[in-house]
Nanobody, 126 residues
């Protein structure tokens, strides 16, 4: 059974940092694209970052480029989202997702990802 488990969310002041983790289990993810999405209240789920599990540089949404960094530890089956210079508008539930070989032109689309974590709340106070 495939499982994605996020952790690391919390409350932080504007300008602060947080690191989210997503640990995957249940199968080999070497052919998967891993992604982070977020969803604020009354808003649609929004793409944050994505990368192939095994190689390549991540892609980022313009709204987080230069502030967020996605990385992975293959030995631990874990991907990370290091978030810096946080703003109140970054407040959302953050989700980890996995999809089989999602093409780069589709990485922004939530429907391309089959597996999702339960989400972790990030709240940035002003």
């Amino acid at each position: 059974q495939v499982q994605l488990v996020e952790s690391g969310g919390g409350l932080v002041q504007a300008g602060g940092s947080l690191r989210l983790s997503c640990t995957a289990s249940g199968r080999s993810f070497s052919s998967y694209t891993m992604a982070w999405f977020r969803q604020a209240p009354n808003k649609e789920r929004e793409f944050v970052a994505a990368a192939f599990w095994s190689s390549g540089d991540p892609n980022y949404a313009d709204s987080v480029k230069g502030r967020f960094t996605m990385s992975r530890d293959n030995a631990k089956n874990t991907v990370y989202l290091q978030m810096g210079s946080l703003k109140p508008e970054d407040t959302a539930v953050y989700y980890c997702a996995a999809g089989m070989a999602v093409l780069s032109r589709h990485i922004f689309e939530p429907t391309r990802y089959r597996y999702w974590g339960q989400g972790t709340q990030v709240t940035v106070s002003s």
